[in-house]
């Protein structure tokens, strides 16, 4: 079998962008590759769900009252087992924990780095053949290095991110990650079992022509997210029209399609859940951070995601998130109403 040499696999590449920095450590090189490991063990089980018993519920709930899926379980022990045994995490916080996890021991309490994840966004459409995904963010920890990390390490303004990246499980896997160098994105090519590049410099357009929100819950949105809906339906040639909702409830899977085509994801806060649904630190955040770096934007409607200081590990947040110039004109909307 004939390798083409022209493509970088993850590893190569993380490894070419190290010799542009010789004074780096290499260690945020290896937790990426790390996080690659276990999302290639992830995709190994997700491509036979339907032939093992994985499916369905595990019959209990996440700390968030959610049915907890056996594929979510599954994912979580993975990343969690991964990172501890490398030599990059001080510990890791996860959507299906209720707390952090220290990895105490002489290795890991040097580590530099501690790690945000949801290990399996969009859970429930694991039975119905849906594409689904993983979720990172990583941060340089502001604890005393040589001991255990802290709660602290976590609560940390999205903007400190030093990496961010998801994985998507569709018709081809595929990682993307992003550092304050770039985005750039990996797909997994199953002949030879790596993360090979594919999508290099992401850049999101300035414009789009996809808006994907739930319109179940129209009419338990603020005025001013309905305004801006009204607004995309009723577009035509004559003012950039008209726009396509596209909206699969699998966030991943609508925030990566924005990033690539151009779009703006809303999901946003109701009558009954005025702080939305979505996690700030383990959803919300590290797509700030992609997008941000791919030239979007991202908010809460009010303010910058990744500049609100965190308060718990759980928490939620309203979120809005696409390209440069809709995010604009869905501010403007929303400026209107709050006057």
Do not use: W
């Not at 991964?82 to 040097?110: K, M, P, Q």
């Not at 003012?239 to 596209?246: A, S």
């Amino acid at each position: 079998m004939s390798v083409n040499r022209k493509v970088l696999t993850l590893d190569e590449f993380t490894i070419q962008q190290l010799r542009d920095f010789p004074n780096a450590t290499g260690e945020l090189s290896n937790l990426l590759r790390d996080i690659g490991l276990a999302a290639k063990r992830v995709n190994v089980e997700v491509n036979k769900a339907g032939l093992v018993d994985i499916l369905g519920d595990a019959g209990t709930t996440n700390v968030q009252g959610e049915d907890v899926k056996k594929l979510d379980v599954f994912a979580n022990n993975q990343f969690m087992g991964v990172l501890r045994h490398g030599i990059s995490c001080a510990g890791i916080g996860s959507e299906e924990l209720d707390d952090i996890v220290i990895f105490d021991d002489d290795v890991s309490n040097n580590s530099k780095y501690v790690c945000l994840f949801d290990p399996l966004d969009g859970s429930g459409n694991i039975d119905v053949n849906v594409s689904i995904g993983t979720i990172f963010g990583v941060y340089r920890r502001i604890s005393e290095k040589g001991k255990p990390c802290t709660k602290e390490d976590f609560l940390q303004q999205g903007i400190k991110q030093v990496a961010a990246g998801y994985i998507i499980y569709g018709s081809s896997t595929m990682m993307v990650y992003a550092t304050r160098r770039g985005a750039n994105g990996f797909t997994l090519d199953p002949s030879i079992g790596e993360f090979t590049l594919s999508h290099p410099d992401i850049k999101c357009p300035e414009n789009g022509k996809i808006y994907s929100v739930n319109h179940g819950n129209f009419f338990l949105y603020e005025e001013g997210v309905k305004m801006y809906i009204d607004s995309c339906q009723k577009r035509n040639k004559t003012n950039g029209g008209p726009y396509t909702q596209r909206y699969i409830g699998s966030m991943v899977s609508d925030v990566h399609r924005n990033l690539i085509k151009g779009g703006i994801f809303m999901y946003p806060g109701t009558i009954d859940r005025p702080n939305g649904k979505l996690r700030l630190l383990y959803e919300c955040n590290p797509f700030a951070f992609i997008i941000e770096v791919a030239g979007g934007k991202a908010t809460d409607g009010k303010q910058r995601i990744l500049d609100i200081q965190p308060e718990s590990l759980h928490q939620r947040s309203p979120f809005f998130i696409g390209s440069r110039n809709m995010m604009a004109e869905l501010e403007t909307h929303l400026k209107k109403k709050n006057k």
